[in-house]
Structure formats: C-alpha cells, structure tokens
C-alpha cells in the first residue's frame, strides 16, 4: 500500500511467496513495483524483515526507511512481563504522539527512566527515534518526482 503526495491511498499489489522474504524476494518485489511506474519513494514504513532495507536502498537510494510505530511498540514488549504491557504502551503513547522531535525525546527520556531501572534492555529503542515517528511528518527538504501524473 502507498499513500500519494496529495493523500490518496494506492494498492501496489499482493505477492505471495515460498515462505523466503529475504533481500532476494524484497528486491524482485520493489524492482517490479517501480517497473509499473513509481520511480521514487519518499518514506517506506516496514516490519523490520531482514534484507528489505537494502532492497529498498537500491531500488530507492533516498528513501528514508523506517520501523512502523506499532512494531516499535511490540518490540519494547518483548523486554518485559506481560502484565506491564499495557502500562508500557500508555507510557510510550506521549512519545510518538509528541509535536516535535525535540518533545519525542525528552518524552522517550521520562519513559526510559521510568522503565529502564525494571526493564534494562527496554531503553533499546532506535535513537534517533524515526522521523514520521517523532514529528507526524515526511522529512524536510524532500523531494519527490512526477511520473506520469502519478506521485508517490
């Protein structure tokens, strides 16, 4: 799925495979999608799969690749004991609803401190936080390119 510069969602397609999502599977996936007409990717939101950013590096060299919200969140579950799972998620919520950047991180640093002294490892997430994930909003200063009328 993909959501054009003037906001319209796009269903790319549906690929099924051998049970194989490595950088080989991602790269043929990626290659045909740009094949059929979108020759540039502003910000691509993944799982986290292994290979699939390298696949998109070389398909899209400037696009900003990203771990989508909901598995960053799962992930930080992964530190900790079932029971505090929904108190983690609550605490985490004023981190990637937060108007800035800067707001994000002094929110991330209350969440680690009250969190990392039970749950070390828990303060593992990716800093800098991503970018859509901490302002809301595509990156500053980037470009994409018309192709056919049709933007991505």
């Given at each position: 799925m993909a959501v054009t510069v003037d906001g319209e969602r796009d269903i790319l397609g549906l690929w099924s495979g051998d049970g194989?999502?490595?950088a080989k599977f991602w790269l043929h996936v990626l290659t045909e999608i740009k094949n059929r007409g979108v020759a540039d990717a502003l910000t691509v939101v993944c799982d986290g799969l292994k290979?699939?950013?390298d696949a998109i590096?070389?398909?899209?060299p400037q696009a900003v690749?990203?771990?989508?919200?909901?598995?960053l969140l799962r992930a930080s579950f992964r530190y900790a004991a079932r029971q505090h799972w929904d108190a983690i998620a609550k605490a985490l919520?004023?981190?990637y609803t937060a108007?800035?950047?800067a707001a994000a991180l002094e929110r991330f640093?209350?969440?680690?401190e009250a969190w990392?002294?039970?749950y070390p490892a828990i303060e593992t997430l990716p800093e800098p936080l991503p970018e859509t994930l901490t302002t809301g909003v595509l990156p500053t200063g980037a470009q994409v390119r018309p192709l056919g009328g049709r933007r991505l």
């Open positions: 194989g999502e490595g290979g699939l950013p590096e070389q398909v899209w690749v990203q771990t989508c919200v909901v598995h919520r004023p981190v108007p800035t950047e640093y209350e969440f680690a990392g002294g039970r």
